[in-house]
Nanobody, 129 residues
Framework: QVQLVESGGGLVQPGGSLVLSCTAS????????IGWFRRAPEKEREGVSC????????YYADSVKGRFTISRLNAANTVYLRMNSLKPEDTAVYYC??????????????????????WGQGTQVTVSS
């Protein structure tokens, strides 16, 4: 059974850090592009970051560039999203997703939900004092 499970969400103060994990079962993450998306209340889902299956190229939304870092640990079949300097506007449900396609920098394909085949159930991140 193919499954993605996110963990690591929680409540953190502004300026704090969290590390989200996305662990796969039923398939090998190493051969997939893995994206992180988020959906804040009353907002559209948006792409946050992606690590492509091609050369491990990493992509970030402008809003998180320099604060978030995506990484992959193949031995654990897990992709991580380290989030530093968190802001209240980072509050959202965070989802990871897997795509069988390599992502293209020329088309910015990583930000489109339809590129992804499998989705996790999401983990809540709340940034508040």
């Amino acid at each position: 059974q193919v499954q993605l499970v996110e963990s690591g969400g929680g409540l953190v103060q502004p300026g704090g850090s969290l590390v989200l994990s996305c662990t796969a079962s039923g398939f090998n993450l190493e051969h997939y592009s893995i994206g992180w998306f988020r959906r804040a209340p009353e907002k559209e889902r948006e792409g946050v970051s992606c690590i492509s299956s091609t050369y491990g190229t990493k992509y970030y939304a402008d809003s998180v560039k320099g604060r978030f870092t995506i990484s992959r640990l193949n031995a654990a079949n897990t992709v991580y999203l380290r989030m530093n300097s968190l802001k209240p506007e980072d509050t959202a449900v965070y989802y990871c997703a897997a795509s069988g396609n390599p992502m293209s920098p020329s088309t910015n394909s990583w930000i489109y939900s339809y590129e992804y085949d499998y989705w996790g159930q999401g983990t809540q991140v709340t940034v508040s004092s």
